[in-house]
């Protein structure tokens, strides 16, 4: 193989077999009749898929304020910050048009995520590109002169194997070789990200509803651990596990949230001026929230397992880094 060429190296295990399976049986199941349910989990989906992907890149709005861009409201916030918003918002909203098959597509989307951010969005990076940690070089990518060949062979390789290779397996192949190659100097990892949910839309309709971005953002070590350890092993079997895992998890919680009898819960004062709260700030710690409702925080934290137990909050991601997400409130 020349230094120019991709060649990706993989093994799909029993394992990746048996869970390909029940993506596509929950996949078959997975119906969502109501036109406006349709509407409205499209939309939510795409929130969360946008807020958690700019999330991993350190974007430091909150999910109510990419929910309030989106929706063409204006919100405090860094110019840079909002402007990526924006901009992932435009090329998901507008997904179907893209052919994930295109090189030309692809680069075109790139300069739509990257535009009023980079110089040089829309073309791929003329310099050379490293990965550091605490100050430590741990990857180098391939040398600039390379980046256009590499990927032409790379869309070449998705364009042969459409039809021989899964596409929840095709997709992470693309996507860790694409890491591998690092081609643009900055939006590397949104791009990857935006077009594997390409892929799998383009695959079934019903990953519309998915956001396997916030899947991701949850196991952001578990992310970046797999890429390095490929890196390592000269292959990319570790990541298509990890994504198969994410991708299943992502559609299991959907489907539950499609799926759950929704109850009619009454609810106490502070119950609902907790959810209230919520609405206006979904990062709002229980210290904040004891304080605006003047109990303790041990009344906050009963009142939240009450609304957890009854599916109508849910915590997501972790106690500091993570937020609120309000199930239903109807």
């Known amino acids: 193989m020349n230094i120019d060429e991709i060649k990706p190296v993989f093994n799909i295990s029993d394992k990746n077999k048996k869970i390909i399976t029940q993506i596509d049986k929950m996949l078959l199941t997975l119906k969502i009749e109501n036109n406006v349910k349709k509407t409205n989990l499209k939309i939510k989906s795409r929130v969360r898929s946008i807020y958690s992907s700019l999330a991993i890149e350190t974007n430091s709005l909150t999910l109510q304020s ?4 989106i929706n063409k409201k204006l919100v405090l916030g860094k110019r840079k910050e909002i402007q990526e918003v924006k901009n992932a918002n435009e090329l998901y909203e507008n997904i179907n048009r893209y052919d994930w098959k295109s090189e030309y597509d692809f680069l075109k989307a790139h300069y739509i995520m990257m535009q009023f951010l980079s110089n040089d969005n ?8 490293a990965i550091k940690k605490d100050d430590k ?8 002169l390379l980046v256009p060949s590499l990927m032409k062979n790379l869309f070449i390789f998705i364009n042969q194997n459409k039809n021989n290779i899964h596409p929840l397996i095709l997709s992470s192949i693309f996507h860790y070789y694409f890491v591998y190659i690092h081609p643009f100097s900055d939006g590397n990892g949104r791009m990857a990200r935006f077009w594997v949910s390409l892929i ?4 079934n309709s019903n990953f519309e509803y998915i956001p396997i971005e916030e899947e ?6 578990e992310y970046y651990e797999s890429i390095s350890n490929c890196h390592i092993n000269g292959n990319c079997n570790l990541f298509i596990e990890f994504m198969l895992d994410v991708i299943y998890n992502a559609l299991r919680k959907t489907t539950q949230e499609t799926t759950q009898e929704i109850k009619k819960v009454k609810l106490n004062d502070n119950q609902q001026k907790i959810i209230d709260y919520i609405k206006k700030n979904p990062n709002i710690t229980r210290n904040e929230l004891a304080s605006k409702l003047n109990i303790t925080p041990d009344g906050v ?10 599916n109508i909050l ?7 880094g993570g937020y609120w ?3 239903n409130n109807d």
């Open 200 to 203: 799998l839309t383009d695959y």
């Open 66 to 69: 990419v929910s309030s861009i």
């Open 301 to 310: 934290k009963y009142n939240l397992n009450k609304l957890i137990k009854n």
């Open 216 to 221: 991701i953002y949850l196991k952001q070590k």
């Open 122 to 129: 829309g073309s791929y990076r003329d310099h050379g590109e």
């Open 325 to 327: 997400q309000i199930i």
């Open 137 to 144: 070089i741990i990857f180098i990518a391939p040398d600039s």
């Open 314 to 320: 849910e915590r997501v991601g972790s106690t500091k």
